[in-house]
């Protein structure tokens, strides 16, 4: 079966200071991987998606970055955090033309 | 602009009794329609999606009416149990679009009282 490793579970970050969260997932090969965030209040925010290894697209413009760099891998990054940056971020993965995304457990971010 | 809304933020009902939330979207291009669950502090959960060809959808208790002309969706659970207290989220997929582009709306807060 399929699963979704995402961590770390909670960070608490100075502004100004670099971030590098991490996703994998097992028991699948070639998924389309995301990168969603839930800022306080608000619905689910597409920020990236990649459908294969170094392809990355945006939805948002922030100072946040994706990378992937294996095909199972989906890291998101930051140079410098903003206090906006704060929210609950969370990795998932989809196949194919299948509508259903499946999350990992997410990282809620706080930015001080 | 939200193209997702779900304009009721919570629900309370009563154990064993039925539980209808609602969601409203503007896109007609939109091909398929979800609804996941989530727990504080955790990824929200699959539950149940229909296709917009398609007005009615089941799965165990759940069940989720498509209204093309309203641009208008529910989501029934019957009966309510304790344990579907959660944040219910409704989401939306435009047809060609990006693979997961997944629009969400900001979710309803279920509590079901026993």
């Known amino acids: 079966s399929q699963t979704i490793h995402q961590w ?5 970050q100075p502004v100004g ?25 608000r619905g689910l925010q597409l920020l990236f998606y990649s459908v294969g290894i170094g392809q990355i697209s945006s939805e948002v413009p922030q100072n946040l970055s994706a990378s992937r760099p294996q095909d199972r891998q989906f890291i998101l990054s ?12 969370l990795c998932a993965w989809g196949y194919g033309t299948s509508e259903k995304l499946f999350f990992g457990s997410g990282t809620q971010l706080s930015v001080l | 602009d939200q193209q ?13 009794r039925i539980s209808i939330l609602n969601c409203d979207y503007t896109n007609s291009m939109f091909d398929y329609f979800l609804w996941y669950k989530k727990y504080p502090a955790e990824g929200p959960t699959f539950l149940i999606s229909i296709s917009s060809i398609k007005d009615k959808n089941e799965d165990g208790r759940f069940t989720v009416f498509l209204n093309k ?4 969706l529910s989501l029934h659970i019957v009966p309510s149990q304790p344990g579907d207290s959660a944040v219910y989220f409704c989401a939306a997929r435009a047809y060609g679009g990006s ?13 079901v009282k026993p």
Not at chain 1, 8 to 12: N, S, Y
Not at chain 1, 78 to 89: E, P
Not at chain 2, 4 to 16: A, C, D, I, M, Y
Request: glycine share 10%; net charge positive.
């Open chain 1, 17 to 41: 200071s670099p971030l590098s969260l991490e996703c994998t997932v097992e028991g699948t090969s070639n998924p389309n991987l995301y990168w969603y965030r839930q800022a306080a209040g």
């Open chain 2, 69 to 72: 002309s309203a641009k208008h």
């Open chain 1, 78 to 89: 930051s140079k410098k955090l903003l206090l906006s940056d704060s929210g609950f971020y």
């Open chain 2, 99 to 111: 693979q997961g582009n997944l629009i969400f709306g900001k979710g309803t807060k279920l509590s």
């Open chain 2, 4 to 16: 997702v809304k779900q304009n009721s933020p919570s629900l309370s009902v009563q154990e064993g």
């Open chain 1, 8 to 12: 770390p579970a909670t960070l608490v």
